[in-house]
């Protein structure tokens, strides 16, 4: 490869035509993507990083030994002779293309519709079992929000998911062996859907197999979406209260519960019930914004067929880290390679 000469460049780009250049501007952008991820990757290893010392007996001194073959800094511990790079102890490290993760990270935060895992296989050309395996690690590692991010109007409402165990066998190893596996709380839900029948309950009603999430938005953009353990005001409170400055309004539909809760914690409250605003409710106060979140979950949550309850919580904060304004695939790849050793587990 010839080296690069920026004089040369530039008297290349003064020659070019506005629609060369434009096209010129899209492979930079292009290029400048597959670089970040490798500069994220190394910025680990950078004095002062999570390895910046050698992970074998923790020396500082160390020099640069070339690069990875996916273009990161290796580096060599000057004490024990050991070689690691920024993906080293990184669920990242192992993998044989980590340009395929980062890309399927990027099509999960950025793309309108992610892809599925089959999609994902045939454009990225792995296999479907691996981009799942990726998929739950990429959201395995989302975090909440950070506490007191939300300010200003805060808008909070519920979402509904119907319970799920999917992939489970507890159904399959009770059959065969009702001794030591007991009966499941409820049949699979396809036996309460037999047509022509009569329309039987699943046991303690339909609402009681409702898994739920609290949906918490503001007008800057930011967004939470976690998994509660019930509409309860301690699982709400817990959920709501850490995320909201100690100066936001808070916005809801006129739940009891959030009366409660504003009451309890002294914050100015507005209740829209169904929406609607009082003569002295002021304009800009509306629940339109997380309205629109949880009708853009559901649509979100429809080609997954119901993912299982087990990974509720990654699937609500996958969709927050989707709709917030501050958060990129970069911000996704940082909390991926952040998570620690990859566990050795067969999923
Ligand atoms: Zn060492």
Same mark, same amino acid.
């Given at each position: 490869?010839?080296?690069?000469?920026?004089?040369?460049?530039? +008297?290349?780009?003064?020659?070019?035509?506005?629609?060369?250049?434009?096209?010129?501007?899209?492979?930079?952008?292009?290029?400048?993507?597959?670089?970040?991820?490798?500069?994220?990757?190394?910025?680990?290893?950078?004095?002062? =990083?999570?390895?910046?010392?050698?992970?074998?007996?923790? =020396?500082?001194?160390? /020099? @640069?030994?070339?690069?990875?073959?996916?273009?990161?800094? +290796?580096?060599?511990?000057?004490?024990?002779?050991?070689?690691?790079?920024?993906?080293?102890?990184?669920?990242?490290?192992?993998? !044989? +293309?980590?340009?395929? #993760?980062?890309?399927?990270?990027?099509?999960? %935060?950025?793309?309108?519709?992610?892809?599925?895992c089959r999609r994902g296989a045939e454009v990225l050309g792995a296999s479907r079992?691996?981009i799942?395996?990726?998929?739950?690690? %990429?959201?395995?590692?989302?975090?909440?929000?950070?506490?007191?991010?939300?300010?200003? %109007?805060?808008?909070?409402?519920?979402? &509904?998911?119907?319970?799920?165990?999917?992939?489970?066998?507890?159904?399959?190893? !009770?059959?065969?062996?009702?001794?030591?596996?007991? #009966?499941?709380?409820?049949? @699979?839900?396809?036996?309460?859907?037999?047509?022509?029948?009569?329309?039987?309950?699943?046991?303690? =009603?339909? @609402?009681?197999?409702?898994?739920?999430?609290?949906?918490?938005?503001?007008?800057?953009?930011?967004?939470?979406?976690?998994?509660?353990?019930?509409? =309860?005001?301690?699982?709400?409170?817990?959920?709501?209260?850490?995320?909201?400055?100690?100066?936001?309004?808070?916005? /809801?539909?006129?739940?009891? /519960?959030?009366?409660?809760?504003?009451?309890?914690?002294?914050?100015?409250?507005?209740?829209?019930?169904?929406?609607?605003?009082?003569?002295?409710?002021?304009?800009?106060? &509306? %629940?339109?914004?997380?309205?629109?979140?949880?009708?853009?979950?559901?649509?979100?949550?429809?080609?997954?067929?119901?993912?299982?309850?087990?990974?509720?919580?990654?699937?609500?904060?996958?969709?927050?880290?989707?709709?917030?304004?501050?958060?990129?695939?970069?911000?996704?790849? @940082?909390?991926?390679?952040?998570?620690?050793?990859?566990?050795?587990? #067969?999923?």
């Amino acid at each position: 490869m010839p080296r690069f000469e920026p004089a040369e460049f530039g +008297r290349l780009l003064a020659r070019l035509t506005p629609q060369e250049l434009r096209q010129a501007e899209g492979l930079v952008a292009d290029a400048r993507k597959r670089a970040e991820a490798v500069l994220e990757i190394d910025a680990r290893a950078d004095a002062g =990083g999570p390895a910046a010392s050698c992970p074998r007996c923790g =020396g500082d001194a160390r /020099t @640069r030994w070339g690069r990875t073959r996916t273009g990161t800094q +290796r580096w060599n511990c000057s004490g024990c002779g050991v070689t690691w790079s920024g993906r080293s102890d990184t669920p990242l490290a192992r993998v !044989h +293309r980590p340009d395929l #993760v980062v890309a399927l990270a990027r099509d999960m %935060i950025e793309a309108p519709q992610p892809m599925s895992c089959r999609r994902g296989a045939e454009v990225l050309g792995a296999s479907r079992h691996s981009i799942w395996r990726w998929r739950m690690a %990429i959201i395995g590692a989302l975090k909440p929000e950070p506490d007191a991010t939300l300010a200003g %109007i805060v808008e909070a409402d519920e979402a &509904h998911q119907r319970e799920s165990r999917k992939g489970s066998r507890e159904w399959v190893r !009770h059959r065969r062996d009702p001794v030591n596996h007991p #009966v499941p709380p409820r049949l @699979r839900w396809r036996a309460y859907r037999r047509r022509g029948g009569s329309a039987v309950a699943p046991p303690g =009603g339909w @609402r009681a197999w409702e898994k739920k999430l609290l949906a918490v938005t503001d007008r800057a953009g930011h967004r939470a979406f976690e998994a509660i353990a019930d509409a =309860g005001q301690a699982a709400i409170s817990g959920a709501l209260l850490p995320v909201m400055a100690p100066d936001a309004v808070l916005c /809801t539909d006129g739940f009891v /519960t959030y009366e409660r809760i504003a009451k309890d914690a002294r914050i100015p409250h507005f209740a829209l019930n169904a929406g609607r605003r009082t003569e002295r409710t002021p304009r800009s106060h &509306h %629940i339109n914004t997380v309205n629109a979140l949880i009708s853009r979950f559901r649509a979100f949550m429809q080609p997954f067929c119901g993912p299982a309850s087990k990974n509720l919580a990654a699937y609500g904060r996958w969709h927050a880290a989707r709709s917030n304004a501050d958060r990129s695939y970069l911000h996704a790849l @940082r909390l991926l390679l952040a998570s620690g050793p990859r566990a050795n587990t #067969v999923c």
